[in-house]
């Protein structure tokens, strides 16, 4: 299998997540001043137009809210058969993260989610989601 693509960590606007993911946690940016849930991450706020954010930590489930399977190649280092997932998060309804499944998972929508670390390098940790146990 050839190289996936990895984040760049250090990114102004998503490292603070890249960063919780490598402690093992769920992150996302949110404005101080209004309590906006900035996601995608931007460093001022939609919400209110403030410029006072912080990352925080929310609970590493969700809810499956789309997928799709991958039948063919598409991009070098994703071998099919895969499936893409599309969680909406419980702690902040609205906020989608995705994830990256091995083969044809039995799935449905609607289901719960629970977030899987993966650690690239000693450096990179993915975010990634499984189904919660029943």
Request: aromatic residues 8%; contains cysteine; glycine residues 10%.
């Amino acid at each position: 299998m050839s190289e996936r693509p990895i984040p760049n960590i250090e990114d102004h606007d998503t490292g603070g997540h890249w960063h919780a993911a490598k402690d093992g946690k769920v992150g996302l940016r949110v404005c101080t001043d209004c309590g906006t849930v900035l996601h995608l991450p931007k460093a001022y706020c939609h919400g209110c137009g403030g410029w006072s954010t912080e990352w925080r930590s929310v609970a590493p489930t969700g809810t499956l809210y789309s997928y799709t399977v991958t039948e063919r190649q598409l991009r070098p280092g994703f071998d099919p058969p895969y499936t893409v997932v599309v969680v909406d998060l419980d702690d902040a309804p609205g906020a989608r993260l995705f994830g990256y499944l091995e083969g044809r998972p039995d799935l449905k929508i609607g289901m719960p989610m629970r977030a899987r670390f993966d650690e690239v390098d000693e450096h990179v940790t993915l975010v990634q989601w499984d189904p919660a146990a029943a």
